[in-house]
């Protein structure tokens, strides 16, 4: 094995590690979006603010 083949083979294998871990995250994100739209559709809103800390137990 020459050294070159091993750096090239190094790097081909880091970019489709990087790349599989690129589609997991688009595709988890994806999910999540479609996950929020299924709530929001049942009813379930989401809170940007909250009342008083009071409230709040």
Do not use: N
Not at 42 to 57: C, E, L, Q, Y
């Amino acid at each position: 094995m020459t050294h070159t083949f091993y750096i090239g083979m190094s790097y081909a294998a880091t970019g489709l590690v990087v790349l599989g871990l690129i589609i997991w995250v688009i595709a988890d994100g994806k999910g999540r979006q479609r996950e929020l739209r299924e709530l929001e559709a049942a009813g379930v809103r989401r809170r940007s603010k909250t009342g008083p800390a009071s409230d709040a137990s």
